[in-house]
């Protein structure tokens, strides 16, 4: 049933074939999928929260040497 669902959106692009195949496959290592996915997402996460950390420190820095001549 989901395979025939995404099949349909995805007419055209993919076929019904590959689509199953996939969504077997799916079935079949999903658990695997989502563990490498949440690792993925867990290490975006931690160079988002670097980026923002080093964007306000730069921004700190900025506004004292503003303030202090």
Known sequence: ???????????????????SEMVDQFFRHGNTFLL???????????SLREELQHR???KA????ELLVP
Not at 36 to 46: D, G, N
């Open 61 to 64: 820095s900025t506004l004292r």
């Open 36 to 46: 490498l996915e949440l690792i993925y997402l867990r290490s975006e996460v931690k």
């Open 56 to 58: 306000q420190d730069n």
């Open 1 to 19: 049933m989901l395979s025939k669902e995404i099949a349909h959106k995805v007419r055209g692009h993919i076929s019904e074939e590959t689509v």
